[in-house]
């Protein structure tokens, strides 16, 4: 008998790794998606280590790239103008999570998987992963009813696949809450490695948000220098972007940096790139005042250009 297929929205993490378990537990076909989003994810940094999961579970990583192309122009999209707010950094969660889902209903159509599903936890994190939100989450995306959470399922309203038989309610579970120890039980049990969620999305970082604000905002950022976002010191001059390295490390980075003019001191100082028109003279004058005989008073008088 042919195999029903699932598609598993794959962040890396601990629970999407028990969905894909849970899945395979029924007898289901299963392929995971990960999608490279911009500016990292909230569970794993680690590629590899999502890729080793995979392979020795058996399973396909197809791998879907929003850091390039169109999916980044749609990312900037929603970054610019979140039609559910933000978070406490410049992390738009909801509209980011509906535009997940959207990409798992595009790819499962592609790969004629039946069902969609998902590590999400009910009541993990303060409010996203709230019933009425889950729910919400997957109306806003078309799919009511079509993302199946198979940690969760059993305090969740039954999806399409359960009503039609194509997974079994009862394998599935009714994890709740933000303690984890059922999943580490469960990763015990399956004996499955995982990685230790690491706060790896950029948008939720305090520090970053008035820097992300100033920069999507004002469509500075693109797919050659995203890079550039979370390393260095920068300025916003006469509406030029300035980034200047901090270390040899940053320095080498910049020089990779497309679409920019790159200023490299022959003294001891860092590098700079300039995204926009500014007179050299203005940014030999920064990097002087950020090189190391440069004077507590200088590097002061371009304090108030800090982004
Ligand atoms: S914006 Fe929110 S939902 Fe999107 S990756 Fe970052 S933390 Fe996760």
């Known amino acids: 008998m042919k195999k029903v297929k699932s598609l598993v929205l794959?962040?890396?993490?601990?629970?999407?790794?028990?969905?894909?378990?849970?899945?395979?537990?029924?007898?289901?076909?299963?392929?995971?998606?990960?999608?490279?989003?911009?500016?990292?994810?909230?569970?794993?940094?680690?590629?590899?280590?999502?890729?080793?999961?995979?392979?020795?579970?058996?399973?396909?990583?197809?791998?879907?790239?929003?850091?390039?192309?169109?999916?980044?122009?749609?990312?900037?999209?929603?970054?610019?103008?979140p039609k559910h707010g933000r978070g406490k950094g410049f992390n738009p969660c909801k509209d980011c999570k509906i535009f997940l889902f959207r990409q798992a209903k595009k790819f499962a159509k592609k790969i004629n998987a039946e069902i969609i599903a998902t590590g999400e936890v009910l009541g993990q994190r303060s409010f996203s992963q709230m019933k009425k939100q889950l729910m919400l989450d997957e109306e806003e995306a078309e799919l009511k009813n079509k993302i199946l959470r198979p940690l969760s399922a059993k305090l969740l309203p039954e999806t399409t696949y359960e009503k039609k038989g194509l997974v079994d309610r009862e394998m599935l579970l009714g994890i709740q809450g933000r303690t984890r120890t059922t999943q580490i039980?469960?990763?015990?049990?399956?004996?499955?490695?995982?990685?230790?969620?690491?706060?790896?999305?950029?948008?939720?970082?305090?520090?970053?948000?008035?820097?992300?604000?100033?920069?999507?905002?004002?469509?500075?950022?693109?797919?050659?220098?995203?890079?550039?976002?979370?390393?260095?010191?920068?300025?916003?001059?006469?509406?030029s972007w300035i980034v200047l390295g901090r270390n040899e490390k940053e320095n080498e980075i910049l020089k990779n940096v497309e679409g920019g003019k790159l200023f490299v001191p022959e003294f001891p100082g860092p590098s700079a790139i300039v995204m926009g028109k500014i007179n050299d003279e203005k940014i030999w004058s920064l990097i002087k005042a950020y090189s190391k005989n440069g004077s507590l008073e200088n590097k002061k008088s371009f304090n108030k250009f800090l982004v």
């Not at 490695?193 to 693109?222: M, Q, S």
């Open 10 to 81: 794959f962040s890396g993490g601990l629970d999407s790794r028990l969905a894909i378990k849970l899945l395979q537990e029924q007898g289901l076909k299963v392929e995971a998606l990960y999608v490279k989003l911009p500016f990292g994810t909230g569970c794993c940094s680690s590629f590899e280590c999502s890729f080793n999961f995979t392979q020795i579970q058996g399973v396909k990583l197809n791998v879907l790239d929003a850091s390039n192309g169109k999916l980044f122009k749609e990312y900037l999209g929603i970054l610019k103008k």
């Open 185 to 239: 039980a469960l990763a015990k049990k399956y004996k499955i490695k995982y990685p230790t969620p690491a706060g790896g999305c950029l948008l939720c970082e305090k520090h970053l948000k008035n820097r992300f604000k100033i920069l999507v905002k004002g469509d500075y950022l693109n797919e050659k220098n995203v890079v550039l976002s979370s390393i260095g010191r920068h300025f916003l001059i006469k509406n």
